[in-house]
């Protein structure tokens, strides 16, 4: 239920999760969910689109810090809009390990909010003005929460920094 937490390891992530939004005064409501194979399976389980679906994805600069992307379910993140709005000429994802170490957070669950580093954070534009899901730090949860109220509480750039998905 969102709200309640258990106890032990299996809810620090969420716990942070919670924490954290409810020190920035973002409002968040947790579901629980079923195992999804798919984005497109996740967002039918929870009756939202994929475009509803906000992909917290871990970047790596080439000097070894990190950023967040929030890019939406159906669309991809351009390298080139990135790379330009940031003003680096690399950027990368990192493996698995990289990204739990950088944030605290397994893929599948990660989020900038409760970050055991608060990188900075861009957004693409595509997800001002809507309600979307996220990662709730935890596998089996997401989060839903107003994107404008996120990315102001997060002092995200909020630019265009995706492309559609390929067909």
Do not use: C
Request: net charge negative; aromatic share 6%; hydrophobic share 45%.
């Amino acid at each position: 239920m969102a709200g309640q937490l258990e106890s032990g390891s299996a809810a620090v992530g969420r716990q942070r999760f919670l924490a954290d939004a409810a020190a920035r005064g973002v409002d968040v409501r947790i579901v629980e969910r079923m195992a999804a194979r798919s984005l497109e399976e996740a967002a039918g389980i929870l009756g939202i689109t994929p475009a509803d679906i906000v992909k917290s994805l871990v970047v790596k600069h080439k000097d070894g810090t990190f950023l967040f992307a929030l890019i939406p379910g159906d669309r991809q993140i351009s390298w080139p809009k990135l790379r330009a709005l940031v003003g680096v000429n690399k950027l990368s994802l990192p493996a698995a390990d990289v990204a739990l170490d950088a944030t605290g957070y397994e893929r599948g669950t990660i989020t900038p909010l409760g970050s055991t580093t608060a990188w900075p954070v861009y957004a693409d534009a595509t997800i001002t003005g809507r309600r979307i899901s996220m990662g709730a730090g935890e596998h089996g949860y997401s989060a839903f929460v107003e994107a404008d109220q996120l990315t102001a509480a997060l002092g995200a750039v909020v630019a265009d920094i995706s492309d559609p998905n390929p067909m």
